[in-house]
C-alpha cells in the first residue's frame, strides 16, 4: 500500500492488538494521522463482543520505521465531540466472565463468550445478550455519574436523574459515537450518583502508542493492567516474562499526554503500528477512580521516525506547563547565577541539560517506579542510583495511573541525549 502524508482513521480494533493484521492504513515519515476515536473504558466495559476492554483505532505502519527504531508522535490537536459522557467505579459480575471481565465476557445464560448484544430500554438491565436476552453486563456501577459538557468544552456539569434518563434514551448521539463504532453507550445506564459537581476540561489521550510484538488486549497493555493476563483461562494468557517482552504500554492514562505533548514509542513490529483512543475529557493524577469521563474526540498526530533509538518503553516530553517545578529547563538568569558559584567554587564545567520524562509501569506503584527508572538508565547507560539522584534534586516522580503507572522526570545532560539522538527534538520542544 502506497504511504500517504496525511492518512484518516476512521475503523476500530475489536479490542485487540494483534500485530499478524495487515496494517491498511500507512503514513509517510514526518507524515500526519487524523483519527476520530471512539471513547474508551465503560462503552467497552459494557460491550462483551469487544475483547479487550477498550475500542481503538486500528493500527497506522509508519514509512521507514523498524525494530529497534523509535516514533516520535507530536500531538498537534485533541478535541472533543462528545456532547456528555458518563463513568464511575466498576465492580465486576461474577458469573458474567471468564477470568478477565474486559477480555472475556460470557453471558450467564447461554454461556456464549463475547456474544452480541441488544439495548433494551435504559437503566442497568438494559444491555443483553442478543441469543437469550439476559443481561449481560460483566462491569456494574458502585457510584457512578452523566456529565455534560458546554458548548466549548471548557466545563462539564454532572446531571440529575432525570437529565441522565434523557440522555440515556439516546446515547450513542449524545457521546457522538464514531459511527464505525461498536460499542455500546455508557450513558444507556443512566448514572446519576453525584449531580450538580463543576468540572474543568482538560482533554488528553489514555491510550497513545505502537503495537505491541504479540497479540495483547488493548487495555492491557501496561505493567499494571497486564497482570491480568498472566495465566488466565483465555487466548490471550501469558507469562510474565512475555508481558514484560512484548508491551509497549500505550495504555498510560498519563493526563500530560495532552496537545502539544511530544511522545516517543518503541517499534517493536515493522512500521510501528501506531494507534489511538480512550480520549478523556479531564483527569486528576492517578484517575483514582479506576475511570473517568471517556469521550469521542478528533485527534490530529504528527509522526517521525528516530533511527536506532532503542527504548525499552515510551518516553514522554511534556508541555512545559506540565513539568515538575524541578524538571524546568534552566533560566538565562539561574543560569548566570550558576556560573558565578562555579566561579566562587572553581567547578569548571557547568552541565547544560533538558527535560526528559520516562513512563514506568509494573503490578504497583513502586514496582512502576524500578520499571520507569531502569528504562531511564538502560537508555542512557548509566545506574539508577544516578537516575535517583537526577530525578530527587532535578524532577519529579508523578503517577499516572493508580495502581501501577508513573513517570520518571529529570533533567538530563545534553551529552546523554546527543549521544542517543533525542537533543534536537527536546531542545526544540523546549526553546526559552
Known amino acids: 500500500m502506497t504511504a500517504k502524508q496525511t492518512v484518516y482513521v476512521n475503523r476500530f480494533t475489536d479490542g485487540i492488538l494483534d500485530p499478524s493484521k495487515e496494517m491498511e492504513y500507512v503514513v509517510k515519515d514526518g507524515g500526519f494521522i487524523v483519527a476520530n476515536t471512539a471513547p474508551g473504558c465503560w462503552g467497552p466495559m459494557i460491550t462483551p463482543e469487544l475483547k479487550g476492554g477498550h475500542e481503538v483505532t486500528r493500527p497506522v505502519y509508519v514509512e521507514g520505521a523498524e525494530v529497534g527504531d523509535a ?7 485533541i478535541e472533543v465531540t462528545s456532547i456528555a459522557s458518563g463513568s464511575g467505579n466498576d465492580v465486576p459480575v461474577e ?6 471481565p474486559f477480555v472475556a465476557a460470557k453471558c450467564p445464560g447461554c ?3 463475547n456474544p452480541e448484544t441488544v439495548i433494551k430500554g435504559i437503566g442497568e438491565e438494559a444491555i443483553r445478550c442478543v441469543k437469550c436476552d439476559t443481561v449481560i453486563t460483566p462491569f456494574a456501577l458502585t457510584h457512578a455519574y452523566s456529565i455534560a459538557f458546554n458548548d466549548d468544552k471548557s466545563v462539564g456539569l454532572t446531571l440529575n436523574k432525570q437529565a441522565a434518563e434523557t440522555v440515556a434514551k439516546d446515547g450513542r448521539t449524545y457521546m457522538n459515537t464514531p459511527e464505525q463504532s461498536i460499542q455500546n453507550s455508557i450513558l444507556t445506564l443512566a448514572p446519576h450518583d453525584m449531580p450538580g459537581v463543576i468540572a474543568r476540561l482538560r482533554p488528553f489521550l489514555g491510550q497513545l502508542g505502537t503495537t505491541p510484538a504479540r497479540a495483547f488486549p488493548d487495555s492491557h497493555n501496561a ?3 497486564g497482570q491480568s493476563l498472566l495465566d488466565v483461562p483465555h487466548d490471550y494468557s501469558m507469562t510474565k516474562e512475555e508481558l514484560e517482552e512484548h508491551r509497549t504500554d500505550g495504555h498510560m492514562d498519563v493526563n500530560r499526554v495532552r496537545t502539544g505533548a511530544i511522545l516517543i514509542c518503541p517499534v517493536k513490529v515493522e512500521g510501528g503500528g501506531v494507534y489511538v483512543g480512550d480520549m478523556h475529557a479531564m483527569q ?13 474526540g478528533i485527534v ?6 528516530l533511527k536506532n533509538v532503542n527504548l525499552d518503553g515510551p518516553v514522554l516530553l511534556p508541555v512545559t506547563e506540565d513539568l515538575p517545578y524541578l524538571a524546568k ?3 538565562e538568569d539561574e543560569k548566570r547565577q550558576a556560573l558565578a558559584l562555579s566561579e566562587q567554587w572553581g567547578v569548571r564545567e ?5 527535560p526528559i520524562s520516562f513512563i514506568g509501569s509494573g503490578a504497583d506503584l513502586n514496582d512502576a517506579t524500578t520499571n520507569g527508572m531502569e528504562r531511564a538508565a538502560n537508555l542512557f547507560g548509566i545506574t539508577v542510583p544516578e537516575v535517583m539522584n537526577r530525578a530527587t534534586i532535578n524532577g519529579s516522580i508523578e503517577i499516572g495511573r493508580h495502581p501501577g503507572v508513573v513517570t520518571v522526570t529529570f533533567l538530563a545532560p545534553e551529552s546523554y541525549l546527543k549521544e542517543k539522538g533525542l537533543l534536537d527534538l527536546i531542545k526544540n520542544q523546549y526553546v526559552l
Open 300 to 305: 490530529n498526530l504528527q509522526v517521525n521516525v
Open 223 to 225: 505493567g499494571d493492567f
Open 350 to 354: 557547568i552541565e547544560d541539560s533538558y
Open 284 to 296: 486528576g493524577d492517578g484517575e483514582i477512580a479506576g475511570h473517568t469521563a471517556d469521550v469521542a
Open 71 to 77: 516514533i516520535a508522535i507530536h500531538i498537534k490537536n
Open 111 to 113: 454461556g456464549t463468550v
Open 95 to 100: 458469573g458474567h466472565f471468564n477470568g478477565d
Open 329 to 331: 529547563p534552566f533560566t
